[in-house]
Nanobody, 121 residues
């Protein structure tokens, strides 16, 4: 049974930082691209950042470039999202997702339950 468990969310003031973690189990972690998505109230889920299975390449969306960093530790089956210079518009539920390296780059096979990030102004 595949499980992705996010942690590290919380309430932070604008300009602050948080680090999200996503621990994976039940899958061969190195065989999966990993990504972070987010969904704000009343909005559709949006892509935040992705990382290749080796960790050698990352793909942040434009709105978080220079502020958020995705990374992974394959020895710990964990992916991280370091979020700096947070803004109120970053408030959302953040989800991690795993996509098989054999599948389409835009497809993700497994999703976590989400962790709430709230940025106060």
């Amino acid at each position: 049974q595949v499980q992705l468990v996010e942690s590290g969310g919380g309430l932070v003031q604008a300009g602050g930082s948080l680090r999200l973690s996503c621990s994976a189990s039940g899958l061969t972690f190195r065989s999966y691209r990993m990504a972070w998505f987010r969904q704000a109230p009343g909005k559709e889920r949006e892509f935040v950042a992705a990382i290749t299975w080796t960790g050698s390449r990352t793909y942040p969306t434009d709105s978080v470039k220079g502020r958020f960093t995705i990374s992974r530790d394959n020895a710990k089956n964990t992916v991280y999202l370091q979020m700096n210079s947070l803004k109120p518009e970053d408030t959302a539920v953040y989800y991690c997702a795993a996509g098989s390296v054999a599948g389409h780059p835009n497809n993700y096979n497994y999703w976590g339950q989400g962790t709430q990030v709230t940025v106060s102004s």
